[in-house]
């Protein structure tokens, strides 16, 4: 039996709020982005109806069909890869685009939000894994992007994201998350104009509740909440 979108919601609202109360933070410090790549909208309204506050896709032209349908009611965060030549039409549909991963892209980004007149809050993804098939900036040029960014006028940097290797065993991933953490440190020692590093965007369905207890904000959770997805 399929079990309820509802119920895995719940079930992982408490996880989310044990895990905080674990180390010591206030739950609601902490976000879910509900990740519906690949989920259908009947499915994802059903999580909406649920509760659900913010859902991240990883594909534009899917998110741009479900956005249609679902409405603005919830916010929604691109999470996936993004290619520069999708960047004015994610300017448009997101709210939060986790997967900045280079100067060519947030130049991309800046000019499609200075042309819809808004300033975009974005997140750097960093690349703490050696796995080939990774997106994400390397920790040794962060400070070189986080630096250029801060002269983008249309661009708000508010934090970092990563997206560890999947371990079996959920505490393999801590190390992970200590190491982002540690970076936003040393970005918000910089004091570069426009760059708060206020969000730490990590933690999937399998050690979201690791990565509360390193200082994660925004958790995204897919399988947990929707169930397996079938591959795209
Ligand atoms: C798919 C995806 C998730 C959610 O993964 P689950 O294991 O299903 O919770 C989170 N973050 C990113 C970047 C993803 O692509």
């Known amino acids: 039996m399929m079990s309820n979108v509802a119920d895995n919601l719940q079930k992982v609202q408490e996880r989310m709020a044990a895990a905080a109360k674990r180390a ?28 659900i506050k913010i859902l991240g896709e990883n594909y534009v032209q899917e998110a741009k069909k479900k956005i249609e349908a679902l409405g603005h009611d919830v916010a929604w965060h691109f999470i996936g890869h993004l290619q520069t030549n999708k960047a004015k ?18 130049e991309e980004l800046n ?17 703490l894994s050696t796995e080939k098939s990774k997106f994400g900036v390397e920790e040794d040029n962060i400070l070189q992007l986080a630096e250029g960014i801060s002269r983008m006028e249309n661009l708000m940097l508010r934090g970092l994201m990563t997206m560890p290797p999947l371990f079996p065993d959920p505490e ?11 970076l936003s440190e040393l970005l ?13 965007s990590m933690g999937m369905s399998n050690d ?20 397996p997805r079938t591959s795209k």
């Open 89 to 106: 039409i994610a300017v448009r549909l997101f709210d939060l685009i986790h997967s900045v991963d280079s100067l060519h892209l947030a």
């Open 24 to 51: 010591g933070r206030n739950p609601e410090e902490i976000r879910l982005v509900a990740v519906s790549k690949t989920v259908p909208p009947d499915r994802v309204r059903e999580g909406i109806q649920a509760g």
């Open 111 to 127: 000019k499609a939000a200075r042309a819809e007149g808004k300033v975009l809050p974005i997140l750097l993804e960093v690349k």
């Open 172 to 182: 393999d991933a801590r190390p992970y998350f200590i190491r982002l953490r540690k």
């Open 188 to 200: 918000a020692s910089q004091k570069f104009a426009r760059v708060l590093m206020e969000e730490l």
């Open 208 to 227: 979201f509740e690791v990565a509360i207890e390193e200082g994660a904000t925004l958790v995204r959770v897919g399988t947990a909440i929707f169930g």
